[in-house]
């Protein structure tokens, strides 16, 4: 059984950095992909970065330029840092994992075409 347990969230000053991290288990698929979403209140789940097995990475528009995603060497725990942070990226932050297709038809970033999901971790920016 395939489990992601994000950690990292929690309240941070804008223009903070905070790290985001997702522990997974139970993934055996050897090319795969693994992203983070975020969603805020009222707001649609945005595609925030994703990262292939092969270690390509591909960044939603929603925070071009202010995040970094990477993994362990052994791929098991994915990492999300964020800088500049503002008010606006207040949101629900979620780890999610798919086999390698959606990352190299660009479909990760909707979310639908991923698998498997953590339960998220907060994060709020204040001014």
């Known amino acids: 059984q395939v489990q992601l347990v994000e950690a990292g969230g929690g309240s941070v000053q804008a223009g903070g950095a905070p790290r985001l991290s997702c522990s997974a288990s139970?993934?055996?698929?050897?090319?795969?992909?693994r992203a983070w979403f975020r969603q805020a209140s009222g707001k649609k789940r945005e595609g925030v970065a994703a990262i292939a097995s092969d270690g390509g990475t591909a960044y939603g528009h929603c925070v071009t330029g202010r995040v970094s995603i990477s993994q362990d060497n052994a791929k098991i725990t994915l990492y999300l840092v964020m800088n500049n942070l503002k008010p606006e990226d207040s949101a629900m932050y979620y780890c999610?994992?798919?086999?390698?297709?959606?990352?190299?038809?660009?479909?990760?970033?909707?979310?639908?075409?991923?698998?498997?999901w953590g339960k998220g971790t907060l994060v709020t920016i204040s001014s």
């Open positions: 999610a994992a798919a086999g390698i297709a959606p990352f190299h038809t660009g479909r990760w970033i909707g979310g639908d075409a991923m698998d498997y």
């Open positions: 139970g993934f055996t698929s050897r090319r795969n992909c």
